[in-house]
């Protein structure tokens, strides 16, 4: 399918703001006082962040590819996968799409919010809290160490994941036969008379990419929450900074910009390696 550049920007802002939406929604809706989800538990999140990514990629995966994630989009352009010259526009729509979203679940939340009486809940519907965090200085070396642990190895399990399942969907392999047999896939007609045999496939894979990602939420969730994904963690955290506690509640309190660092860098580093050991070994 052939997009205009603006097209593909366009989607990955509407992308990135669907799955804060979603994802953050429902963390909100467990997490603050007085919602009819409040203390619901663990399994409703890992269900809405796996349904916030699937939804995007069944809506917008043939548009932008549905990065929603700046180190997937790195990690893609390192590999050669992706081209370079769409990185920065495809960074700033996913940081501003995830701004947007928090944006909505704010409005939506704001009687809760403002009913909330612990910090974390609240910071928590924005961004990701190690839980080794108990307030204290002394407490931060450990929860960088083990949320930059946490958050590569989910990280790389999702982008390794990824690029199999959408590399290696049911009817993939057709692609394969006929470029052995000397087919221009290259071709607008060609494409449209094959389209019929791959988008079952492809629509599974998108499907499964959701559900690996509701298996790791549910896997790896405990240490961080976590985020996999610098946009989905920076741009609610600046919004969280930014809104006063008008709006929040006098439950917000500080933004913990001393831990910001981690799902920002973790990520970045294992969507590089993971998608760069993807390509040597399948090419």
């Known amino acids: 399918m052939d997009v205009a550049v603006h097209v593909k920007y366009i989607t990955e802002f509407l992308a990135t703001a669907l799955m804060i ?14 919602t009819k989800g409040n203390n619901s538990g663990w399994i409703l999140i890992a269900i809405g962040y796996g349904l916030a990514v699937m939804m995007p990629a069944l809506m917008f995966g043939n548009v932008s590819g549905n990065h929603i994630n700046p180190a997937f989009t790195i990690g893609l352009a390192v590999s050669g996968y992706f081209d370079w010259a769409l990185v920065p526009g495809y960074i700033a729509a996913q ?10 679940v704010v409005g939506v939340y704001r009687p809760y919010f403002l009913k909330t009486e612990n910090s974390n809940h609240v910071l928590g519907s924005f961004s990701t809290i190690s839980a080794l965090d108990d307030g204290t200085t002394a407490s931060r070396k ?51 008379q094959i389209t019929h045999y791959l988008n079952p496939g492809l629509n599974v894979a998108h499907m499964g ?41 006098q439950a917000k309190a500080d933004s913990k910009w001393w831990y910001a660092w981690v799902p920002v860098v973790a990520p970045i580093a294992a969507g590089i390696s993971a998608i760069a050991l993807y390509k040597l070994i399948y090419g």
């Open 21 to 34: 939406i979603i994802g953050n929604g429902t963390v909100a809706n467990v997490d603050l006082k007085g």
């Open 95 to 104: 940081f501003l799409g995830a701004m947007a979203g928090q944006a909505v």
């Open 142 to 192: 450990a929860s960088w160490v083990n949320g930059f642990l946490n958050e590569f190895f989910g990280s790389f399990v999702l982008f390794f994941g990824a690029m199999s399942i959408t590399k290696h969907y049911f009817g993939a392999e057709l692609l394969g036969f006929l470029a052995e047999q000397g087919a221009d896939l290259s071709d607008a007609a060609a494409k449209m």
């Open 209 to 249: 990419l959701g559900f690996l990602v509701m298996a790791l939420v549910a896997a790896v969730g405990g240490p961080t929450g976590p985020a996999l994904n610098p946009a989905r963690d920076l741009g609610p955290r600046i919004l969280h900074q930014l809104l006063p506690q008008a709006v929040l509640g």
